[in-house]
């Protein structure tokens, strides 16, 4: 379950709307990613089709969406609000979940970057790069504290 509040935090909203009825939803383009979401979370909900950008050159997007207060609030209280793309936080997880949490948000907001740096110079250095990406500088320090006390 952490890997999924990891990915939910990177790829995932909570949601109310007009009639305040409450939802949550991840939508990606990995059909098989969300199934396995799906399964983690024991849901019997059905993953949409949504088609993003012109009617020509559209991408698939796959969207698992539950309308559940309790499962909303029990998200709120982790910190996985409306709007939370500025004043995200790492969720009190237990320790030994936490690589999950980081590997779950990792594989919704990371990536790798291999490739040649100093390319001025006259010696290149080859390099590898782990990256993740998020507008909560807070956030971010806080994956930093904590990737440095993982062993």
Known sequence: MAYVLGFFAADGNVNTNRRYGQYWSIEIKDQDL???????????????IRLKGDPITHSKMYRLQIGNI?????????????????????????????????????????????GLM?????????AIQTVFTSCSLDFLEEIKKNLRCLK
């Not at 100093?118 to 080859?126: A, E, I, S, W």
């Open 70 to 114: 309790e499962m909303c609030d029990d998200l709120r209280k982790l910190g996985m609000k409306e709007n939370k793309t500025y004043s995200l936080s790492i969720p009190n997880v237990p320790q030994r979940y936490l690589s999950n949490f980081v590997r779950g948000y990792f594989d919704g907001d990371g990536h790798v970057w291999m």
């Open 118 to 126: 100093h390319k001025g110079r006259n010696t290149h250095t080859l």
């Open 34 to 48: 969300l199934e396995t979401i799906k399964k983690v979370i024991q849901s019997d909900h059905k993953i949409g």
